[in-house]
């Protein structure tokens, strides 16, 4: 049984002998202030959701490593939104245990103060400040004090431009810096988003369909994206393109009814027969 986590979220856990989620720590170390000495960012155990008598969650459980590229697939209604919605904070689960790091109890966090521990989330249709340049974008993304006295006394540091400059290289968007979010195109829009959750240095990053409307070369270049970030950063990828996931998943996890269908390589999980059946298809 753990211990649950004061205010300050760095309490040592105490862990039941034994863990399940000792077996698939990849062993990297998190970033700073996060205790992930068992190599797991993220664990649900037991969850269960209901909304009027349905069970949108049903017993969930589900280990993310430090560092690792999970791929999250499934039927509509399989339960994937509501998962990320108890991740962040948006919905409370009735039943289970939700945990970021060793220390950090998902359930009693605030919204807010999920995204200030290292969780950022990027929903299906990109939400950018459109009338603000790309950098403007880059720079209200950052962590840092929004008050509004702050907001009007502030001033980028060295590093903070910098870092922004480093985002704008990855996200390749560097000779947009200075245009206008609103006349990027959509996959632009989304890369810039994708931008806007790494000025803020997540440790798990939640992406919803991210190549959804997207041209092949910007779906070949999310993915050479995201296996970048695996290794820096812990990734949830959420998709239907079967395509896309093929091209950067290691391990991925089928979700129907609420719960855990099947986990493994695409290949197993596409051979198996009750994948095919409620998902797949023949």
């Known amino acids: ?162 870092r922004i400059g480093e985002v704008l290289d990855t996200i390749r968007l560097t000779h947009s810096a200075h245009r206008p979010a609103g006349l990027l195109s959509h996959g632009q829009k989304q890369f810039l988003e994708i931008g806007m959750l790494l000025v803020q240095d997540p440790q798990l990053l939640l992406l919803d369909e991210p190549v959804a409307g997207m041209t092949d070369a910007e779906t070949e270049f999310t993915a050479e994206l995201f296996k970048s970030l695996a290794g820096k950063h812990s990734l949830m990828v959420v998709e239907h393109d079967m395509g896309f996931v093929g091209s950067i998943a290691d391990h991925v996890t089928v979700l129907h009814q609420g719960s855990v269908l099947a986990e493994g390589s695409l290949e197993q999980v596409q051979a198996d027969e009750r994948v095919i059946e409620v998902y797949l298809g023949r």
């Open 1 to 162: 049984m753990r211990t649950p986590a004061t205010a300050d979220f760095m309490l040592e856990p105490v862990l039941d002998a034994g863990s399940s989620r000792e077996a698939i720590g990849l062993g990297q170390a998190a970033g700073p202030g996060l205790n992930t000495r068992h190599g797991t960012i993220l664990t649900l155990e037991g969850i269960s959701v209901s909304f009027d008598g349905f069970k949108a969650l049903n017993n969930l459980n589900l280990y993310i490593a430090v560092g690792e590229l999970r791929c999250i697939i499934g039927p509509n209604g399989a339960g994937k939104t509501t998962m990320m919605d108890v991740i962040t904070g948006k919905t409370r689960p009735s039943e289970g245990q939700a945990w970021f790091g060793e220390t950090l109890d998902l359930r009693q966090m605030s919204e807010v103060q999920i995204a200030q521990a290292g969780i950022g989330r990027k929903f299906q249709k990109p939400t950018v400040f459109e009338a603000l340049s790309v950098f403007e974008n880059l720079e209200l993304a950052q962590k840092t004090d929004k008050s509004v006295w702050a907001s009007l006394r502030a001033k980028l540091t060295g590093e903070q431009t910098d």
